[in-house]
């Protein structure tokens, strides 16, 4: 779920406080050795305070170390209340707590989780804000933990918060439309997911990879389930598979338009053009115009699926297979029609169409005038 963040180890050397005598404002010598034990007592107390804290974020990481997290973090504390203006001992505690949560992935630990959540990100946000010197790499390692902490608590709305604010911070930054909609998709919300997806193509509309990428996912629904070992996904009627081929096509045609040497976009069309062909109902023996229609259509789907082969044989300059024997390296398969098969099929599509739209076959573009002649041949005898 995440890597495991890394604490930090505190070597300064700890500084023991000073006192000045002013020579306007001299007090008795007793007084002032009096005065200088005093404030070497205290200077001596705090800077063993500190390094018995400096101790205890050493003992803390040697137990991180151990994958301890829970131990670590009481160590981290204590080191706290012994050095409350330090810096290092957030930025382990942090670690220690993101790292607690990293492991708590079973459902019954999320109420705990979520504290632990919460603890290291105040710590991480506490260590940048009393950093003397912040940098760009700081800010940017907090986001990071930030971010794998929301993802690890499953904080669905904090996490699309985050994304949603940087896509409005930069509103061409196209790769932010993914996140988003990734975002939406690991929250179950597959409408939004797809909506990114569709708004990229709206706002990038001369990118190969948003179109190439709504298409592939528009696709998913098609895939088989492998265990019933069909070529295609039962449970979606054949007239909605069909219209999802379609769709996809649609989407694909985009992306060799924008980049005809998109070879992945052929593989994808043809697999599109294959599950349209699947889901022709073919019936043994057809009676309607629609039934006749149908086997016709298949097999035109067989040759537009070849055809995406074919061209993707062609931008990798792959030889035609041979007929003779098995090829022993890659090559372009023959395509499943001859040139008659294909005319044969097509004479046969416009006959079948022209009776679906009620025109008799002497009424069929050709023939028309044959039937003027013939009427007036009939009215002459």
């Not at 699947?278 to 055809?307: C, F, G, H, S, Y």
């Amino acid at each position: 779920m995440g890597r495991k963040p890394s604490p930090r180890v505190d070597l300064r050397a700890t500084s023991m406080p000073t006192t000045v005598s002013s020579n306007r404002n001299r007090r008795s010598p007793v007084r002032a050795v009096a005065g200088l034990l005093a404030a070497l007592a205290l200077g001596s107390l705090a800077g063993c305070a500190k390094i018995e804290a400096r101790d205890l974020i050493r003992e803390g990481n040697s137990l991180y170390n151990e994958g301890k997290f829970v131990e670590a973090l009481d160590a981290y504390t204590k080191a706290e209340t012994l050095e409350p203006d330090g810096v290092t001992m957030f930025w382990n505690r942090a670690c220690a707590a993101e790292a607690q949560v990293l492991k708590m992935k079973d459902p019954s630990e999320k109420e705990d989780r979520r504290k632990y959540a919460d603890s290291a990100l105040k710590d991480f946000q506490t260590w940048y804000d009393r950093l003397e010197q912040k940098t760009a790499e700081d800010e940017e390692q907090v986001k990071g933990h930030r971010l794998a902490i929301l993802k690890a608590d499953e904080r669905c709305e904090d996490l699309l918060a985050h994304w949603l604010e940087r896509q409005r911070e930069e509103p061409r930054e196209e790769r932010l439309y993914t996140k988003i909609a990734q975002q939406y998709e690991e929250c179950g919300n597959a409408d939004k997911y797809l909506e990114w997806l569709k708004k990229r193509t709206e706002d990038f509309p001369e990118s190969v990879q948003a179109w190439h990428t709504l298409a592939t996912i528009s696709f998913m629904p098609l895939m088989p389930d492998a265990e019933n070992g069909l070529g295609y996904n039962e449970s979606i009627p054949p007239a909605d598979r069909i219209a999802l081929a379609d769709d996809v096509i649609v989407l694909l045609d985009r992306v060799t338009q924008l980049d005809p040497k998109f070879a992945d976009a052929y593989i994808w069309r043809s697999m599109a053009y294959t599950q349209r062909q699947l889901a022709r109902i073919v019936v043994e023996n057809p009676e309607t115009p629609q039934e006749r229609l149908e086997p016709i259509l298949a097999r035109e789907d067989t040759m537009l699926a070849w055809k995406q082969q074919k061209a993707k044989c062609d931008l990798e300059e792959l030889p035609e297979c041979p007929t003779d024997k098995v090829p022993d390296a890659p090559c372009c398969p023959a395509p499943p029609l001859s040139s008659e098969e294909q005319a044969k099929d097509a004479e046969l599509r416009r006959q079948i169409e022209d009776e679906i739209k009620g025109i008799a076959p002497a009424e069929a573009p050709g023939a028309k005038d044959g039937k003027k002649k013939g009427k007036k041949k009939g009215k002459g005898n």
